[in-house]
C-alpha cells in the first residue's frame, strides 16, 4: 500500500478514534466490530454466483483466521445481536464494585472506598480487576469520564455505574453523525 493512501486512511480514521478514545472504547472492543465488518462485506462481496463466501475465501481476503472467520460468520448469520463488546477495562473495575459483596454497603450501593491502606480500598478494587493499570492511572480515567468524584471525606464515590450510558451515547451518536457527514 502507497504512503498516501496510509495517510489518508488514517486521516479518515483518526477522528473516529478519538471519539472511541474520549467515550472510553477500547481497542479490543473495535477490534471486534471491525473484524465483524471485514466478515460481512467479504462474504458478499467475494462469494460465487449470488452466495456467500466461504471461509477460507474469507481469510485470504480479510486475512482472519479461518476459525475466527467461522465464528463470526455464524455469529452474523444466525442475526444474533454482536458480540458483547467490553468498552473498557474500567467496565471491568465497575462489574466488580457494583456485584461484589466487598464493594456493596448493606443497601446493595457501591461503598465509597478510601485509595489505599484500608481493606477493600480503590486500589485492592484495581488489583482484583486484574486491569493493565496502576490504581491511579485508572483513577484518573475515571474522573475524566465522570464516573466518580472524591467527596469531602476523600473518599472515592462511583456516580455513574457504566462507562458509556443513555445520556452520552447520544452524545456520541451526535458526534459520529457530525464526523459522518462532514466526511461526505
Known amino acids: 500500500m502507497q504512503i498516501v493512501t496510509i495517510k489518508l486512511i488514517k486521516k479518515v480514521i483518526r477522528p473516529i478514534i478519538e471519539l472511541f478514545v474520549v467515550f472510553g472504547i477500547s481497542y479490543r ?10 466478515v460481512s462485506i467479504s462474504s458478499k462481496k467475494f462469494g460465487k454466483r449470488g ?13 482472519i483466521s479461518r476459525r475466527e472467520v467461522r465464528k463470526i460468520k455464524s455469529r452474523l448469520l444466525s442475526n444474533l445481536n454482536s458480540q458483547s463488546y467490553s468498552v473498557s477495562p474500567l467496565s471491568k473495575v465497575i462489574k466488580i464494585w457494583i456485584n461484589d459483596y466487598q ?6 450501593q457501591p461503598k465509597k472506598l478510601d485509595y489505599k491502606n484500608t481493606k477493600n ?5 484495581i488489583k482484583k480487576a486484574r486491569i493493565n493499570a496502576t490504581p491511579n ?11 466518580v468524584k ?12 457504566e462507562v458509556i450510558n443513555d445520556s452520552n451515547e447520544e452524545i ?9 457527514n462532514k466526511s461526505q
Open 137 to 147: 492511572s485508572a483513577l484518573q480515567e475515571f474522573k475524566r469520564l465522570g464516573l
Open 51 to 63: 452466495r456467500i463466501a466461504n471461509n477460507s475465501r474469507i481469510s485470504v481476503a480479510t486475512g
Open 103 to 108: 464493594y456493596i454497603d448493606p443497601k446493595n
Open 121 to 125: 480500598s480503590f486500589y485492592d478494587l
Open 29 to 38: 472492543s473495535l477490534d471486534i466490530m471491525i473484524k465483524e465488518i471485514y
Open 150 to 161: 472524591i467527596n469531602e471525606d476523600e473518599k472515592i464515590c462511583l456516580i455513574q455505574n
Open 172 to 180: 456520541f451518536h451526535a458526534r459520529l453523525s457530525s464526523h459522518l
